[in-house]
């Protein structure tokens, strides 16, 4: 299957997409802000389709439209945690303005469901570059503030006593985490995030107890599920997203379940 | 030099003050219980030690330096709130996680590092334990990792906010033994909060009671009185003592066990901050 273009290019941005998002996604875990990666999707939807409408290319709208909800997000803090029914409106007028701008531009109903769903498949080589350099970024800027992010995700208290400010890489994190959205987008979709995101962080911090060892296998889960996705949908001909959830799914249940049968 | 000192000083939260014109010295090496009901400020007057909560009036200094955030020779474990409880990450890495914590970079750790998280386990017998994942500790478990997590960076004050707090009593035992034995071993000062006054009476050597916006620090003789804490409470209180155990009554009821079972209400804590204000 490697023998076509359209499959290199597929497995490249895979590659590049699933590492990012399970090291990314160890950290949104973690810091139990899984929503807020929903969340910032949804938001980069309307983005995407905006773009498309005044002719920019979606990768760029949703980029856009991700990273500034996330830096708001960041700023309200706490004040949004606790409101729930503001964020779902946000999130329900969001979709709502993309389908607009979609029918404002009736000729993209496939650039929708990419949208909605991903296309990996019709990943261009210049998309894989942009993925590349967008995705280095992204995990730079991880490294370098993974350590105080680390310390205000376990022990916030403790941590501000000591001189990090939780709001500053409360905002930088979901800067971090919009980037990756956007990225993860192209291969599942705005409404699939949380299998490239979620499922294997959650899965690889159910099986492991350091943190090192956690990322590891976070971003390996990552890997394996979009590979093994992409590859199945080749021989199945069934949409690749699919696969990817439902391994996903697959993943972190069989990690989940031996904590359950011991009551927990 | 004193490990704290606070000149007149008044800390305001949210509007209205919480502590007005407190003058106090507690000097190196001292184990000092901080006392007092729901919302009389005990975890704002260790928020303003670490330099959280500015002074609005009169100053504070801290091991002889003007309190400022980030100062690595004040350790503190704050009451619980959100519990990690349900992590599978090792308390190796929960405690690891707060060497250097402030600085950028990848939170992979040298040599150094690792063996001033070693210490700080063994400080508090938790070497072996920390092994193990976070969810499959106990309470009293957890406390012990908390107490190294502040031990790190080898402070000379340490401030435990309410480490007893919704442990058992045979655990309280074991916390309380392990907080006096690190002021001792160690030589440093410990300010340590509680609802109870009873399972701290054979580790303090003085007592810091708060309510209603003041502050009395003494000796529990001088301070666990009828007067001083009528005038902190702001109702009759009877003192009475059985067989070495204190117990301070209001009515006929035991206030401090009133409060640690309302521990949770924080509208408690808000009945309480309302009055304070009426006052002042």
Redesign the interface.
Known sequence: MLEYDFMQNAFAAATIVSIVSGLVGYFLV?RGQTFAGHALAHVGFTGATGAVLIGVAPLWGLTMMTVAAGIGMGMLGEQLAQRDVAIGIVLALSLGFGLLFLHFFTAYATQATALLFGNVLAVDIGTVWTLLWLGAVTVGAL??????L??AS???????????SLRLYSVIFLAIVALAVALCVQIVGVLLVFALMVGPAAAA????????T?LLLSAGLALVEAWTGIALAFYTDWPCSFWITALSAGVYLIAALPRVSHG? | MNAVEFRDVTLRLGGHNVLAGISLEIAAGEFIGVLGPNGAGKTTLMRAVLGLVPASRGSIHVLGQPAARGNPKVGYLPQVRKTAGDLRLSGWDFVAAVVEGHRLGLPFRGKAARAEVDRALDLVGARELARRALAETSGGERQRLLLAQALIGRPRLLLLDEPLINLDPRYQGDVMALAKSLQVELGITILFSAHELNPLLGALDRVLYLGRGQAALGTVDDVITEPVLSRLYGAEIDVLRVKGRIFVMSGGNDVERAAHLHEDEAAHAHDFLGASRDDA
């Not at chain 1, 376990?154 to 990090?164: D, H, I």
């Not at chain 1, 911090?205 to 090192?212: A, K, P």
């Open positions: 973690l490294a370098v503030i993974s350590r105080p680390l310390f376990l022990q916030p208290e403790l941590a501000e006593a000591k001189g990090v911090q159910r099986l492991t107890t350091g943190i090192g956690g927990r």
